[in-house]
C-alpha cells in the first residue's frame, strides 16, 4: 500500500482554441507575435478575448504593442448641494464632472419641478452656462449651488416676445401719430390762434397755457406775500395796543392813596396786593378785583418748601 496521499484527480485535456488562446496572451505579453500569426500569411489573427484584453479600460491593462497610445481614466464623481429660492435644499449624488451643466439640470428637473430651461445655476456669484461641463466650472465635490428660477430660454419663445413687443410698439407710434393729426386738424388757439388748441388745456396751445400758468402761480404767490404781510402787520398793531393799555393802567395807578377799582380815597389805610395795585377793603381780594397774580403757584411754592423743610428735620 503506498504511504502517500490521496491521488489528485487527473484534470481533464485542454481543448486546442483554450491552448491556442493561452499561446496568444502570452505572445502578446512579451511582445511576440502570436502563433496564428506566424503559421497564417502574415496577416494578424487574434481572438476577440485577447484583444479585449490588450484595450482594456476598466482594468488598465497594456501591453508592449499598445505603448503608444493613451490610457483613458474614467472621470472622477463627486457629490453636490443644490440651494436657493426654486426648490429645498437637496443634494445630488454620484454625478461624473465631465457631463454637462444641462445635463445636471436634467437631473435636478425631477426634485426641483422646473424645466431645464427655467434653471438658472450660479456657483460663487457666477452664473454657469448649459455648455460648460462641471469640471470647467469649477465644481469639485461638496460645492454648493444656487438654484433660482430664471425666464424661459427658448429660441422660440424669445422670437415670439420679440415678435409681439415689436408690434405693441408699432401699435403705440401710430396711435401716437393719430393722435398728433388729430392735435393738428383741431381748431387753432384761442390766445395766439396761430398754434393748435388742445382740449386738455381748455383751447390753448402748449407756448400760450405754459405761459399762463407761470402767470397764475406769479400772481398766487403775490397774494400769499401780501397776506403774510397783513398778518405781520396785524400782529405788530396787536401788540402795540397790549403795550399802550399797560401804559394807561400803570399811569392810572400812579396816585395809590386812591383804590383801584372803585377810586376811593383810601389815604394810608389802603391794602397794597401782589398785583402791584392799592384796593380799598372791598376790593382788597384778589377775587375782588381780577387779580392778575398767581396766588395758587405761589401757594403750592411754598407748601413745597415747608414739607422740604420737614422733610430735613
Known sequence: MDAAGPEEPARPPSSPF????????????????PPSSRE???????????????TSESRGVRFADDEGSNLVVPAPKISLRVKGTAAKPFRVESVNTDITVLDLKMLCQSTCLLEPDQQRMLHKGKIIHDNQTLEGAGLADGAIIFLVRGTTGRPESRDAREHERKKELERTRQRQEAE?????????????????????????????????????NRMLKKRREEA?????????????RK????????ISQQ?????????????L???????GYSFCATHRYAEDHACTFDH???GRDLLAKQSAAESTK
Open 228 to 240: 403774510k404781510r397783513r398778518e405781520q402787520q396785524a400782529a405788530v398793531e396787536e401788540e402795540n
Open 243 to 250: 403795550k399802550e393799555e399797560a401804559k394807561r393802567l400803570l
Open 180 to 216: 398728433a393729426r388729430a392735435l393738428m386738424a383741431g381748431p387753432p388757439c384761442l390766445d395766439c390762434g396761430v398754434n393748435p388748441g388742445r382740449l386738455q388745456t381748455d383751447g390753448l396751445c402748449s407756448i400760450c397755457f405754459r405761459e399762463q400758468v407761470v402767470k397764475e
Open 269 to 275: 389805610t389802603g391794602f397794597v396786593c401782589e398785583c
Open 40 to 54: 497564417g500569411s502574415g496577416v494578424l489573427r487574434r481572438s476577440g478575448f485577447a484583444s479585449s484584453c490588450r
Open 255 to 267: 396816585d395809590p392813596t386812591k383804590c383801584y377799582m372803585c377810586r376811593k380815597k383810601i389815604g
Open 18 to 33: 483554450v491552448q491556442r488562446l493561452r499561446e496568444e496572451i502570452s505572445s502578446a505579453r512579451r511582445g511576440e507575435d
Open 296 to 298: 395758587r403757584a405761589r
